[in-house]
């Protein structure tokens, strides 16, 4: 059984090729040259951050599905400062066009000390940001983003840190290890 970690930057797609774009978009054959290994899961193209590739189909549906509650623990820079109440709110569950989300795990961080995105986030003197970690046990669509703006502070940057007991460690952009 093979199984990979990945920090998917930002901007690239979650799969080998790019199928139905009249430009060309970066995807993972542009950093792993390793036949027979897929992504369990995915991560949105304006997302960064751990993404698991294996060739144990089994594994892989373990790892995805949301059945498993595997947790996924997020960074995500949002817009504005969430006080107790929307904080309270992520963690009783939120209401989305889709129902309801399953309650999750939230705290503030300090902002942490990571690469810097291209392009960068664009600062706003007059809007402050705040990071939080965000630990989910489903995953929707855009979840992550839905919810935050669901209580009134969109996200701005969104990288998963944690798959299980998978971690993104320090593992640069683009780069990956075997686990």
Sequence with gaps: MTLLLFNKPYDVLSQFTD??????????SDFIDMPGVYPAGRLDRDSEGLLLLTDDGRLQARIADPK?????????QVEGVPDDAALAALRDGVMLKDGPTRPAEVERLDAPDIWPRTPPIRFRASIPDTWIALTIREGRNRQVRRMTAAIGHPT????????????????????WRRA
């Design 156 to 175: 701005l940057r969104l990288i998963r840190r944690r798959i299980g007991d998978w971690t993104l460690d320090d593992l640069a952009p683009g780069a």
């Design 19 to 28: 199928r139905g774009s009249p430009t060309t978009r970066a995807t993972l």
């Design 68 to 76: 498993f509650k595997l947790p996924k623990t997020y960074w995500v």
